[in-house]
């Protein structure tokens, strides 16, 4: 993070231990708000290991979609799909069963711990794996 929709929104690199909070910042998108200011967006790299504090509770989507989806998983890493699209959101979070969700279908105000940051990149790749899409700063 961050996707593209939260470059105009304050923003910081994420730390190990950060409490952070899923918000809707108005900008078309949601994120990771700190904890103790949900003005400031929360930035993760790519395979950052978040702990929520429970059930991850998602958007209803598709045409039934009437009810929040439960995805009975406490623990995720960050990832960025969709690259090859300019205009699509890129955040998600990989959760332990195998399943992605775009972080922007995340029901506001769940709480999650940065459990660790991705090891440094030590080949050009793995460098280019880490880089935000879309993100200018």
Known sequence: ?????????RSR?????DK??????????RGFAAANDIGMAVCLLPGTELAFAGEVSCLPAGLLGWKTKIINQQTAIFRQVNKEKLAAHHDALEF?????????????????????LPAQPKTEAEAREQERVGFLG
Do not use: H, N, W
């Open 13 to 17: 690199p994420a730390k190990v231990g």
């Open 20 to 29: 952070l909070v899923t918000r809707d910042f108005g900008t078309g998108t």
């Open 96 to 116: 332990p069963d195998g399943r992605i969700m775009l972080l922007t279908l995340l029901c506001e105000g769940q709480a999650a711990t940065v459990l660790q």
């Open 1 to 9: 993070m961050c996707d593209f929709s939260l470059q105009s929104v």
